[in-house]
Every structure is written in structure tokens, then in C-alpha cells.
């Protein structure tokens, strides 16, 4: 069974910074994208960053330039390097692992969620 484990959330003051990892666990042969989803109360889960396997990456227009996602595939782990933090960045941040080959099958799996609150 693919377990994801998220760590590094916390609070901070606005403009302050915060960096989220996520390791990948259990059998896993490969991982095609990781990558960071957000849900602030009353709203709908968004995509915040994503990087493939091969390096690309995806960012949300609201965090393109402050955040930067990184990745270590050897590790099966995933980064989000947050800076400039903002109020409205406050949130569960959820990491999501896509295109996860076990061996025996390709699944998506996310992990348990990760508070991030920004105070001005």
C-alpha cells in the first residue's frame, strides 16, 4: 500500500515562509507527477504546483513567483518551497502523488493534509 506523509505546515506571520515535503511510501516503481492541491474553508480544492517526473512543472497564477516546487525522485519525495506568504494562502495543503506504478497497477494517491495558516 502507497502512503503519502506530508510535514511542515505551521503558522506564519504574512511574508513570512513555509516549506512542505511529502514522501512517498510502500511499493512503487515510478511516480509520474507530485504535486500540491490547496482547500481553504468553503472552498473547493485547487492545484497549487505539480512536477512530472521528467522536471516540468505547473503553478497556480496566485503563487507563481513566491512558491517553487522541487522534487527527488530517488526519494520519492516532493517539495513546496513557500515564500512571501499571503492570508489568503491559508489552507489544507494536500499532496497528491499521479501515474503511481506498483507493480501491479497505476493509481493516484494524497496524502492526510497539511494546515498552513498565514496571519497579517
Known amino acids: 500500500q502507497v502512503q503519502l506523509v506530508e510535514s511542515g505546515g505551521g503558522s506564519v506571520q504574512a511574508g513570512g515562509s513555509l516549506r512542505l515535503s511529502c514522501a512517498a511510501s510502500g511499493t512503487i516503481f515510478s511516480i509520474n507527477a507530485m504535486g500540491w492541491y490547496r482547500q481553504a474553508p468553503g472552498k473547493q480544492r485547487e492545484l497549487v504546483a505539480v512536477?512530472?517526473?521528467?522536471?516540468?512543472?505547473q503553478y497556480a497564477d496566485s503563487v507563481k513567483g513566491r512558491f517553487t516546487i522541487s522534487r527527488d525522485n530517488a526519494k520519492n519525495t516532493v517539495y513546496l518551497q513557500m515564500n512571501s506568504l499571503k492570508p489568503e494562502d491559508t489552507a489544507v495543503y494536500f499532496c497528491?502523488?499521479?501515474?503511481?506504478?506498483?507493480?501491479?497497477?497505476?493509481?493516484?494517491?494524497w496524502g492526510q493534509g497539511t494546515q498552513v495558516t498565514v496571519s497579517s
Open positions: 497528491n502523488a499521479g501515474g503511481v506504478w506498483t507493480g501491479r497497477s497505476i493509481n493516484e494517491y
Open positions: 512536477v512530472t517526473s521528467g522536471g516540468s512543472t
